[in-house]
């Protein structure tokens, strides 16, 4: 049974095709969110593991080793089994400084560019075997189904027709950094359809090959002899080797790299990962020997590994024939995509952007992305010449043997990246470098001998099928072993070091706080456009400002800081960990010649990060340091720490609250940048020589409060940072109470001399006023009578002398309950009162004060304001004269000026005014108590009265009235106005 080329060009391009709208219809929204990452998509996204030697190469396996080839599954079994302390610590890494590949990994790890560059051209040792693999498999089923073309032409148009998909899934957009979430959806759509091919070729083979009632059991019984002849004993073997090679398989290897940590968009979906997937793989491999089986069963004309596509051939079944082409079709395609994607990513950034990189003018994102296009068709035409060359002589065995071996050489540097802070790059370096070699003398080259029959001109160890495990293990081991040595016998860079404190799950790094030259974002901005150009600049860094959820403008130190780690990080999954590093620290250097200190609040919300990690004695002191900042956090006092150079370390809730300034809005900055009047107030109490500061005005909101400051002088010792500590507690009300009682005080004592001289003047002057009186009915000599009049007028002058010290020593009797008040309606009411005396029939009295002019006080006592204001305003004016009220208001106050064109105030007598008893009316005229009382009044209002005089013209008045503004609401009812 054979199919026609274009059969198999239209089921493989189709296959491809709806691979892809499955992948479009993602990243269209056409499928439900919950469904696309939903973390079974991500479990089965990781069966792109399972390719075409699991596919096909598990039976060439079986046949060689027996149940050995369950190594394959139970290796990377046991990597995921022990995700939270092997794989959960790399996604956090991968996360935090957005590292996208093995090479990004270990160069941020070992600060070193040749470190990633090492591990890019090693990685060519791993992804040209691997995708040998995938092109040998499928050119080989394509030759089974057809044998018109050459199996080397088949080869070569699946490999074309696989760059254009590759490019397709991976790199369509100018985003490079983008999570490919069609991607990860296709991949495991091809999971799910290879394993329900290989299941329903498991269940033909069980319930339709084998006769039903014990045909397997007796077959078996029958041919164990031929079988063992096929297979080496597992304790004889390479079980120890397999397991070891294909545990390192789940972080080395570039396609579950990428899938495993670059396209994770759900950290806790992991956890699902560390049983689903073995589960999965555990349901794949169930199959395995009853297809081995089968084929023998079948007299299968074909290798062990391809027994699965023979089957259908043998039982001229062209469903199960073409279901078995597709599940292997899918088992290649999906790793071939996801490593050619991951890797030209890998090469772009650690072997063409440290060479070149475009000059700012150009589009660089534009750039990058077609430079990953030619980087994916020069991976796959590679491996495609590496086909020609030796992979076709190569069977599945040799080419995953020489793919997954090369894979284990940088297992030693994850493992100190993970548990080793001590390691270095020198030693990383060596060991990779001679372990490579070592496989490439021990396992390349006579893999490569044996099969084309080659002539070394050198001596080279007789490595095969049955012994090359013994090679594998050399390699590893002298790359493990010269990684100790060479760590142990050099230093550590202070980059390194840091480095490694970022990686290490046992450590947290110790972040500085070190000041940057650039002063805010707009120079941070400025500093990178000659390297990135102003468009790619400015993209990176509010990119970089959203993802912290920081403003677009920042000045702040501690944000500063913040910033330039997270655009080393995003640059990092751009152009690499190493261009990143080099360009940050070049354009964006910190501060030289300060003294370097520890960055406290960012330490401990790393220790935040760490808690679940800590156990026993670190655990207890974590509490007690949790309990202590809890304690300094509700502490029912304003807390506020600084740093020796003034930057805001801790600010705590009563702080938030005194000031109004929130914990992260000022955590990081210099002290004197905070908004007035706190920046003010707390720097200079900071610089003084005071330690205490009692009852400090400071005008808020339209209303005065006062401030006690304390504060403490901590003194560095040894990893201790020094700094100072500032206490602050809100005293108004204490503030309040003196001065209401000094207020009641002082009335007590005018009330008792006002009481006095109403007791002790009042009844004499009735009495003349009453002796007056009778004057004027007992005479009519017009001189007695002018007399009687003017004693008279003079008792009614001291009755209301009188009653005005009466009036003033009751000022402060009042209710303290405000309700909301129209000022416009009290000042109408006022020129209303006003309006009944003759004098002021002849002004005019303008208001023009809008209606909106709410404040919270005394109705009453606010007409009585007015009056005096308007009162004097009036008798400092001429007939026919225009007296304006105008009012305003801003978010805080609103604000009533009184204007006359008056003969005004001279200016020496301005500061006098409000005091009691002066008054610069003529004699007999004033009492000089009423803008006494006016002022008390607006003082008990939390207002605030001020007088300019002359004005402009050189003549008038203008007195100002400001109150605290009131925001009315719908429901809100104005006191009852007084009538």
Same mark, same amino acid.
């Given at each position: 049974?054979?199919?026609s +080329? ?12 709806s691979?892809f ?34 596919f ?49 990994l ?49 080869? +070569?148009?699946?490999c ?5 998909f ?11 950094r ?39 059991e ?11 002849r096929?297979?080496v ?6 079980w120890?080797t ?32 560390s ?19 089968a ?5 299968v ?8 596509l ?14 078995i ?25 650690h ?14 994102y ?17 491996a ?19 793919g997954?071996?090369a ?34 003398y ?48 050099t230093?550590?860079?202070?980059e ?51 993802d ?14 913040r ?79 600084l ?19 929130g ?5 990081g ?73 000094r ?22 002057i ?18 007695? +009578?002018?007399m ?15 009653q ?16 909301p ?25 303008i ?31 001429e007939?026919?004269s ?10 805080q106050?609103?604000?009533i ?5 008056g003969?005004?105030?001279p ?27 006016v002022?008390?009044?607006i ?7 001020a007088i ?21 609401t ?5 006191t009852?106005?007084?009538?």
């Open positions: 049974m054979t199919f +080329l274009s059969q198999l060009a239209l089921l493989g391009v189709g296959y491809l095709l691979l709208l499955a992948a479009y219809a993602v990243e269209r929204n056409w499928l439900p969110r919950a469904w696309v990452r939903h973390p079974l998509v991500y479990v089965l996204s990781l069966g792109v593991y399972a390719s075409a030697w699991a096909y190469g598990s039976v060439g396996l079986a046949n060689q080793y027996g149940y050995g080839f369950l190594a394959y599954y139970m290796g990377i079994s046991g990597a995921f089994v022990m995700s939270p302390i092997l794989l959960r610590p790399i996604l956090q890494i991968t996360r935090t400084y957005q590292l996208s590949s093995l090479a990004d270990l160069a941020f790890r070992y600060r070193s560019r040749w470190a990633g560059i090492t591990v890019s051209i090693i990685m060519l040792a791993v992804v040209v075997p691997m995708l040998t693999l995938q092109i040998t498999a499928i050119g080989d089923t394509l030759y089974l189904l057809n044998r018109e073309w050459p199996v080397e032409n088949l080869a +070569l148009a699946y074309l027709i696989m760059i254009l590759a490019i397709l899934f991976g790199a369509r957009h100018v985003s490079p983008e999570k490919h979430e069609g991607l990860v959806f296709a991949i495991a759509f091809e999971s799910v359809l290879k394993l329900v091919a290989i299941l329903i070729l498991g269940g033909v083979v069980l319930f339709g090959v084998f006769p039903e009632v014990g045909g397997l007796q077959w078996l019984s029958d041919n164990q002899a031929q079988l063992a096929e297979q004993r597992l304790q004889d073997g390479p120890r397999l397991l070891l090679m294909f545990f390192a398989a789940a972080v080395a290897m570039p396609h579950m790299f990428h899938m495993a940590f670059t396209e994770n968009t759900n950290p806790a979906a992991l956890r699902q990962a049983w689903g997937f073995p589960l999965f793989l555990l349901i794949m491999s169930l199959s395995v020997p009853p297809i081995l089986w084929g023998y069963y079948l007299n004309d074909s290798d062990p590994s391809y027994f699965a023979g089957i259908g051939l043998a039982l001229e079944s062209e469903f199960l024939t073409v279901l082409f597709v599940g292997g079709l899918a088992a290649a395609s999906g790793i071939i995509i996801v490593t050619t994607l991951s890797t030209a990513a890998m090469f772009l950034n072997l063409v952007l440290p060479v070149y990189k475009p000059a700012p003018r150009y589009d660089f534009r750039w990058l992305l077609w430079m990953r296009r030619s980087l994916i068709g020069v991976i796959l035409l590679l495609y010449g590496f086909y020609r060359i030796v992979g076709s002589d190569l069977d599945l065995s040799q080419l995953g043997i020489l997954f071996v894979c284990s050489q940088f297992l030693p540097g994850i493992l100190g990246l993970l548990y080793w802070p001590q390691s270095n790059r020198k030693g990383f370096i060596t060991g990779l470098i001679i372990g490579t070699i070592t496989w490439i021990g396992l390349l080259l006579p893999f490569c001998e044996l099969a084309l029959g080659w002539e070394v001109p050198f001596f080279l160890p007789p490595t095969d099928e049955g012994n090359w495990h013994l090679s594998a293990i050399t390699a590893i081991g002298i790359n493990f072993l010269l990684f100790v040595i060479v760590s142990l016998s230093k550590r860079s202070s390194e070091q840091a480095a490694a404190d970022a990686c290490s799950i046992d450590n947290v790094s110790r972040p500085s706080r070190l000041p940057l030259q650039a002063s805010n974002t707009n120079e941070v901005i400025n500093a990178l456009t000659p390297s990135l150009g102003r468009y790619v600049a400015e993209r990176e860094v509010y990119q970089a400002l959203t912290l959820e920081l403003p677009s403008y920042e000045d702040r130190p501690y944000a500063l800081r910033l330039r780690a997270r655009l080393e990080a995003n640059l990092s999954g751009l152009m690499g960990p190493t261009v990143a590093h080099d360009l940050v620290n070049r354009y964006l250097p910190f501060q030289k010649d300060v003294e370097l200190t520890e960055d406290l609040f960012q330490l401990e919300q790393r220790l935040e990060g760490f808690q679940s990690r800590f156990g026993g004695l670190a655990s207890e002191l974590d509490n007690l340091r949790r309990y202590h900042r809890q304690t300094l956090e509700r502490l029912p006092m304003g807390v506020c720490s740093a020796p150079d003034g930057e805001v370390l801790m600010w705590n809730q009563v702080m938030s609250q005194l000031t109004g300034i914990s992260l809005d000022v955590t900055s210099h002290l004197s940048r905070l908004p007035s009047p706190w920046g003010p107030m707390l720097s200079d109490f900071l610089t003084s020589d005071a330690m205490h500061k009692h009852k400090h005005r400071v005008d808020s909101a339209g209303r005065p409060r006062w401030f006690g400051m304390h504060k403490a002088v901590l003194q560095s010792s040894g990893s201790q940072p020094g700094g100072t500590v500032i206490l602050m507690e809100d005293q108004t009300e204490t503030q309040l109470l003196e001065e209401e009682l207020h009641s005080e002082r009335l007590a004592s005018i009330g008792r001399l006002a009481a006095g001289v109403a007791h002790e003047i009042g009844n004499p009735t009495g003349i006023d009453c002796l007056a009186q009778s004057m004027r009915y007992e005479t009519d000599n017009p001189e007695l +009578l002018e009687a009049d003017q004693i008279q007028e003079q008792t009614k002058r001291v009755t209301r002398i009188v005005s010290l009466m009036n003033f020593s009751h000022a402060g009797h009042h209710s303290t309950d405000h309700d008040v129209d000022t416009t309606y009290c000042v109408n009411e006022a020129i209303q009162l006003l309006k009944l005396s003759k004098r002021s029939q002849d002004i005019d009295f208001n023009d004060c809008p209606p909106e002019l709410i404040t919270l006080g005394d109705a009453q006592r606010l007409v009585q304001v007015f009056i005096n204001l308007l009162g004097n305003a009036r008798d400092a004016s007939a026919g225009t007296i304006w009220v105008q009012g305003d208001m801003d978010e106050q609103i604000r000026r009184i204007i006359d064109d003969h005004g105030i200016a020496e007598t301005l500061d006098h005014i409000f005091e009691p008893f002066f008054t610069t009316k003529d004699v007999g005229k004033g009492t000089g108590l009423g803008l006494s009382l002022y008390s009044i003082e008990e209002h939390y207002g605030h009265i300019d005089s002359p004005l402009a013209s050189g003549r008038g008045t203008c007195v100002t009235v400001s109150l605290p503004r009131y925001e009315a719908e429901s809100t009812e104005l009852e106005q007084p009538s």
